[in-house]
């Protein structure tokens, strides 16, 4: 499988949404406790407690956060330098490029082709570009692809259980 990270601010703010204001300040310590932590064991334990302790009387928001908890821990598993991980916890740079490219393409009324719509998107792309700005941890990129590449080759080592016909 692809090494997947979902953004944590935005799982945070939709679990706080869902929360009354009295637990705020609780769930919001144990969730950034959980992400800041260098062992992704310890940081799901600490995720698994919190819905635990919520499953009673609020078992929505407990499933709220247990859903995707593979994907919120990603840059955690990857052990990431605390900078790259900060950078790469949130999905905001993506998702403000996907904008981009969703206002430049959004007058194209008739996609003639792919050819035509790869066009489109690396138009919208280069628009996105002018207003990138550095990395905060651009220089531990080297360190994310060694890790990506690890992950890889980990997933490439797990035996393939056979599959077994019915008769």
Do not use: Y
Not at 18 to 40: C, F, G, I, N, Y
Not at 54 to 74: K, N, W, Y
């Amino acid at each position: 499988t692809v090494a997947i990270q979902r953004c944590q601010i935005h799982k945070a703010r939709n679990i706080m949404d869902r929360l009354p204001k009295e637990l705020h300040a609780s769930t919001r310590r144990v969730l950034r406790q959980a992400w800041e932590l260098d062992d992704a064991q310890k940081a799901e334990k600490l995720i698994r407690n919190l819905a635990r302790r919520l499953e009673q009387d609020r078992p929505g928001v407990a499933a709220s956060i247990l859903e995707g908890l593979d994907e919120i821990l990603t840059v955690v598993r990857l052990k990431l330098p605390t900078e790259l991980r900060r950078s790469l916890a949130c999905t905001n740079i993506a998702e403000n490029m996907m904008g981009t490219i969703r206002r430049v393409t959004r007058n194209v009324k008739r996609w003639r082709n792919g050819k035509m719509a790869l066009r489109w998107v690396a138009a919208g792309m280069i628009e996105a570009a002018k207003g990138f700005r550095r990395l905060k941890a651009h220089k531990q990129l080297p360190i994310l692809r060694a890790e990506l590449l690890a992950h890889r080759e980990r997933l490439a080592e797990k035996p393939v259980a056979p599959v077994s016909r019915a008769a």
